[in-house]
Nanobody, 126 residues
Framework: QVQLVESGGGSVQAGGSLRLSCAAS????????TAWFRQAPGKEREGVAA???????TYADSVKGRFTISRDNAKNTVYLQMNSLTFEDTAMYYC????????????????????WGQGTQVTVSS
C-alpha cells in the first residue's frame, strides 16, 4: 500500500497561482506513475497531469502550458504548479499512484490507479 497526502489547496483569484504537494509513504518503491486528478461538483473526475518514474509527463489539454507536474524523489513528493488559474479550475484535486506502467494519455485514466489521497480543495474566484 502507498499512502498519499495532498496539501497546498486554497482560494485564489483568477490569474493567480497555487502549488499542490503530494507526499507519499509506504511502498513507494513500487510506484511507477503518479498523477493529479480533479473533480468539480456535478462533473466526472478527470486526469490533469501525470509523471512516471522516468520523469516523463502527460497533461490534459485543458491545462497544458499552465500546469507543471514535477517530483522530488528524495522527499517522495510530487508537485503540481498551477499558474494562470481560471474559474474552471475550481475542483477537489486528488493525488493518485499506480504500480503499473502507463504511457501517454493512459496515464490520465483513473482506473489505472490503486492508491488515492483524500484530496485538497482549489477554489478560483473570477
Amino acid at each position: 500500500q502507498v499512502q498519499l497526502v495532498e496539501s497546498g489547496g486554497g482560494s485564489v483569484q483568477a490569474g493567480g497561482s497555487l502549488r499542490l504537494s503530494c507526499a507519499a509513504s509506504g511502498y513507494t518503491y513500487r510506484v511507477d506513475c503518479t498523477a493529479w486528478f480533479r473533480q468539480a461538483p456535478g462533473k466526472e473526475r478527470e486526469g490533469v497531469a501525470a509523471i512516471d518514474r522516468d520523469g516523463s509527463t502527460t497533461y490534459a489539454d485543458s491545462v497544458k502550458g499552465r500546469f507543471t507536474i514535477s517530483r522530488d524523489n528524495a522527499k517522495n513528493t510530487v508537485y503540481l504548479q498551477m499558474n494562470s488559474l481560471t474559474f474552471e479550475d475550481t475542483a477537489m484535486y486528488y493525488c493518485a499512484a499506480s504500480v503499473f506502467r502507463c504511457r501517454g494519455n493512459t496515464c490520465l485514466q483513473s482506473t489505472r490507479y490503486q492508491n488515492w489521497g483524500q484530496g485538497t480543495q482549489v477554489t478560483v474566484s473570477s
